[in-house]
């Protein structure tokens, strides 16, 4: 079973430029997050989708960051513009459903903003 | 406000011996969670979870020790081999709602052959 894909692994933008994130969940699972990881501290959660609805992003910060699930599979995240503090990885996760289910992690996405 | 805290950000450990990673966590609520172990350049992986209802998981080599009353849970890696060297985080969950996690800050294991 193909695991949690996400592009690019690597990117280096200038402050107030955008970028775009994409990330294909593990097929056939309903729920998909984005995590944001800055160095030193654990995952934290920006957004989370069941199918094509999101049920939580309240810690999104929507003045610049902004995901769709369009099609209830995969998923792009974008921030616009960015700032030097957006630096992190970016982390996607996939389960089958919501509940107790095991969130599948991609390899992330490490940003540099310089 | 840091509800998961994971307060050793580094243990090294001989080869054959127990690892012990400790997290506490301040809301009460939290009624079920996780270990997810990282590689470098990696996602997190899962490792193993524990309702609220109980106190002990064990899977193998690894088990989880929950003490509601403190707020505290453990895991216990026993024997440590050198390719658990990884960060591990905890993660608490609640089950109303979106069920979603709260990761503590890691601990980098660092096992020694």
């Known amino acids: 079973e193909a695991g949690v894909a996400q592009s690019p692994r690597y990117k280096i933008i200038e402050k107030r430029q955008s970028v775009a994130f994409w990330c294909n969940p593990i097929s056939g699972h309903a729920t998909l997050y984005w995590y944001q990881q800055i160095l030193g501290q654990g995952p934290k959660l920006l957004i989370q989708f069941q199918n094509n609805g999101v049920v939580d992003d309240s810690q999104l910060p929507k003045d610049r960051f902004s995901a769709e699930r369009l099609k209830g599979v995969d998923s792009t995240l974008k921030i616009q513009p960015a700032k030097l503090e957006d630096s992190a990885v970016y982390l996607c996760?996939?389960?089958?459903?919501?509940?107790?289910?095991?969130?599948?992690f991609g390899p992330g996405t490490r940003l540099l903003v310089l | 406000d840091q509800q998961v805290k994971q307060n050793s950000p580094s243990l090294s450990v001989q080869e054959g011996r127990i690892s012990i990673l400790n997290c506490d966590y301040t809301?009460?609520?939290?009624?079920?969670f996780l270990w997810y172990k990282k590689y470098p350049a990696e996602g997190p992986t899962f490792l193993i979870s524990?309702?609220?209802?109980?106190d002990k998981n064990e899977d193998g080599r690894f088990t989880v020790f929950l003490n509601k009353s403190a707020k505290h849970l453990s895991l216990h890696i026993v024997p440590s081999q050198p390719g658990d060297s990884a960060v591990y985080f905890c993660?608490?969950?609640?089950?109303?709602?979106?069920?979603?996690?709260?990761f503590g800050t890691g601990t980098r294991l660092k096992v020694l052959a």
């Open positions: 524990i309702s609220s209802i109980k």
């Open positions: 809301n009460s609520m939290f009624d079920y």
């Open positions: 996760a996939s389960s089958l459903d919501m509940g107790w289910e095991t969130q599948y």
């Open positions: 993660a608490a969950s609640l089950s109303k709602g979106t069920y979603k996690y709260i």
